[in-house]
T-cell receptor, first 111, second 114 residues
Framework: SQQGEEDPQALSIQEGENATMNCSYK?????LQWYRQNSGRGLVHLIL?????REKHSGRLRVTLDTSKKSSSLLITASRAADTASYFC???????????FGTGTRLTVIP | DADVTQTPRNRITKTGKRIMLECSQT?????MYWYRQDPGLGLRLIYY???????NKGEISDGYSVSRQAQAKFSLSLESAIPNQTALYFC?????????????FGEGSRLTVL
């Protein structure tokens, strides 16, 4: 399947530390997307990285993509308690009619 | 106001009942989707629609039906609810294909089937 898998499943850090989450996928892609979900709420798009890009930044977020290893990482720098959420990677498939979501990394930032 | 609005936000019902979850959007997007989220399984696509006359099944369409009443409205129905349809349901929209664009989600509808 196309499914992305995030690692770790759960991560707990102190406020101010950096958080790194990883995503692996199985087949070739033309982009990979990261989303955030606060508990029981809707998902919010964070960043999209294209297959010809290796790194992308947005504020305190840094995303890398290694197509040779079929993996991506999301780095949140100087974390805040408000960053506590689940983070999902997603890749398009089915002729780009759908996004296949991983099962997510649950991040807890302790104040 | 939210760009993608789902109603109801929470619903408890009994096995065999017909349930409709509604979604409306003000983003002006043609593409709309219904996803289901279960713990440990991520999000799975139920149905999607690219315009009023276009309805497509997703990964897990059995037991569900949809109606695209207008560009801005996309409803999901459970004709005869069963307990394993207990889940968090999300409506989403996109401006373009997902090979180039992203999804915009509603806040979700939590459905419990007893």
């Amino acid at each position: 399947s196309q499914q992305g898998e995030e690692d770790p499943q759960a991560l707990s850090i102190q406020e101010g530390e950096n958080a790194t989450m990883n995503c692996s996928y199985k087949t070739s892609i033309n982009n990979l997307q990261w989303y955030r979900q606060n508990s029981g709420r809707g998902l919010v798009h964070l960043i999209l990285i294209r297959s010809n890009e290796r790194e992308k930044h947005s504020g305190r977020l840094r995303v890398t993509l290694d197509t040779s290893k079929k993996s991506s990482s999301l780095l949140i720098t100087a974390s805040r308690a408000a960053d506590t959420a689940s983070y999902f990677c997603a890749t398009p498939y089915n002729g780009a009619n759908n996004l296949f979501f991983g099962t997510g990394t649950r991040l807890t930032v302790i104040p | 106001d939210a760009d993608v609005t789902q109603t109801p936000r929470n619903r408890i019902t009994k096995t065999g009942k017909r349930i409709m979850l509604e979604c409306s959007q003000t983003k002006g997007h043609d593409r709309m989707y219904w996803y289901r989220q279960d713990p440990g399984l991520g999000l799975r696509l139920i149905y999607y629609s690219f315009d009023v006359k276009d309805i497509n099944k997703g990964e897990i369409s059995d037991g569900y039906s949809v109606s695209r009443q207008a560009q801005a409205k996309f409803s999901l129905s459970l004709e005869s609810a069963i307990p394993n349809q207990t889940a968090l349901y999300f409506c989403a929209t996109s401006k373009e294909g997902l090979d180039t664009g992203e999804l915009f989600f509603g806040e979700g509808s939590r459905l419990t089937v007893l």
